[in-house]
């Protein structure tokens, strides 16, 4: 009886030392930013955009048969929320100034789109820019802010991407913050994603510029590797660029890293799975970008995966980190509501190679015994002391749960 006593107090103790070095290990996160005051996305916002798979050939039609199939593929099921038009759906200004849809494309109108989305249980998202033309030449918003901002409360819109092509000298910070004034005043609760793709450090003062979103890159390229012009960025680079951008996310303020691409062809499941858990343990925006209406079932596997959105949606709104980088294997971590932690192990080589995770690497006492879930397989993977290991495939990820 008294051995069995003292066997429970040393795991009590054990698991107490765990407990404080998990705790030392996020205790140099600088404190974050006030939030955001319109009260919107508390946890990361979920949807489904058109730029990767339709780029400029939208219409009514087809924005209507993706809020089908957000319903029908279990997206919506799976949290999903936002279905957001990019650019290309305006086409010109009335001669008070409004802007118009394409008569064509849209010829039901935005407001009837909207409604539609709405029908199914979903949220309608638009496009618009700060300067004085879209990226792909359409109008903009400069000059028109509280206008267009009153025409989408008007027509039902709940998220606003708002992008910064064509604005010649105007200040970042003023040209959002005029903006998200504008939304606040249109009397509509409306997400603000700022679109700046990092080049002005937005993470620094998207918060204060009434952002709940803000994108850190520039747009990312269907491909593991970088391309070989500077727009070109593939998944590689950007999650690298993210590694130092944790302390300025959380919940109302999210860094956001662009789009998901599975399902858009350019990389292999194993490289879309690795996406997908990166974008969990960053806490970053989960927008989809793929034709949902001909998805596979290893793209809606990947996006559906319940307990890897349960990660991203975690409500501490803590993006993780990475802890240990050695060569071409790195292991991140993100501290989740209920204790444990969730790890990515992420094999950046060109083959397949065994990563350690250590115990001690990332603040566990290396006698603790931890259980280990994976999160693709959906086992539990036993417990274990000191050390776990998986082999990890080329370009991969091995994402864990791990919890006394
Ligand atoms: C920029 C943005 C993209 C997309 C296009 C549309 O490149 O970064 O996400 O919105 O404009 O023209």
Redesign the pocket.
């Known amino acids: 009886m008294r051995k069995a006593l003292n066997l429970f107090s040393a795991i009590f103790v054990a698991k107490i030392i765990a407990l404080v070095l998990v705790t030392a290990a996020f205790a140099g996160e600088p404190v974050r930013p006030l939030l955001n005051n319109n009260g919107l996305a508390r946890t990361p916002p979920m949807g489904w955009?058109s730029?990767?798979a339709y780029?400029?050939d939208i219409d009514e039609t087809r924005i209507r048969a993706i809020a089908d199939a957000m319903v029908t593929s279990g997206m919506k099921a799976a949290g999903y929320e936002y279905v957001i038009i990019?650019?290309?759906w305006q086409v010109g200004r009335d001669a008070n100034g409004t802007i118009l849809a394409d008569p064509v494309r849209f010829a039901s109108g935005i407001k009837a789109l909207a409604d539609y989305v709405h029908s199914k249980g979903l949220k309608f998202g638009i496009?618009s820019?700060a300067g004085i033309a879209?990226?792909?030449g359409r109008p903009g918003s400069h000059g028109y802010e509280y206008q267009d901002a009153r025409t989408y409360a008007s027509w039902g819109v709940d998220y606003l991407?708002y992008?910064?092509?064509n604005t010649s000298t105007q200040d970042r910070r003023e040209s959002y913050l005029l903006m998200s004034d504008a939304l606040q005043k249109s009397g509509r609760p409306i997400v603000f994603s700022i679109?700046e793709?990092g080049s002005g450090r937005p993470w620094e003062w998207g918060r204060a510029s009434g952002g709940n979103l803000w994108?850190t890159t520039?747009?990312i390229w269907d491909h593991w590797e970088s391309g070989p012009v500077h727009?070109q960025q593939g998944l590689k680079a950007v999650i690298d660029s993210q590694a130092d951008l944790s302390a300025y996310s959380g919940p109302g303020g999210w860094n956001d890293p662009?789009?998901l691409q599975a399902g858009n062809g350019g990389m292999n499941d194993t490289e879309y799975r690795t996406q997908f858990s990166m974008w969990a343990i960053l806490a970053a925006p989960l927008i989809a970008s793929n034709n949902l209406m001909t998805m596979n079932d290893a793209t809606r596997t990947i996006f559906t995966n319940q307990e890897i959105i349960a990660v991203d949606q975690d409500t501490l709104g803590i993006q993780g980190r990475r802890l240990v980088k050695t060569g071409n294997s790195e292991i991140w971590a993100k501290p989740l509501s209920d204790g444990s932690r969730a790890f990515v192990l992420l094999n950046k080589a060109e083959t397949a190679q065994t990563i350690v995770l250590n115990w001690q690497d990332v603040g566990y006492v290396s006698s603790a015994r931890l259980n280990v879930r994976n999160l693709w397989s959906h086992q539990i993977e036993g417990k274990f002391a000191g050390t776990y290991s998986a082999v990890v495939p080329a370009h991969g990820a091995v994402m864990l749960k791990i919890y006394q």
Request: glycine share 4%; aromatic share 24%.
């Open positions: 955009n730029w990767y780029k400029c990019d650019d290309c496009y820019d879209t990226c792909e991407k992008d910064w092509c679109c793709w994108r520039g747009d727009w662009d789009m």
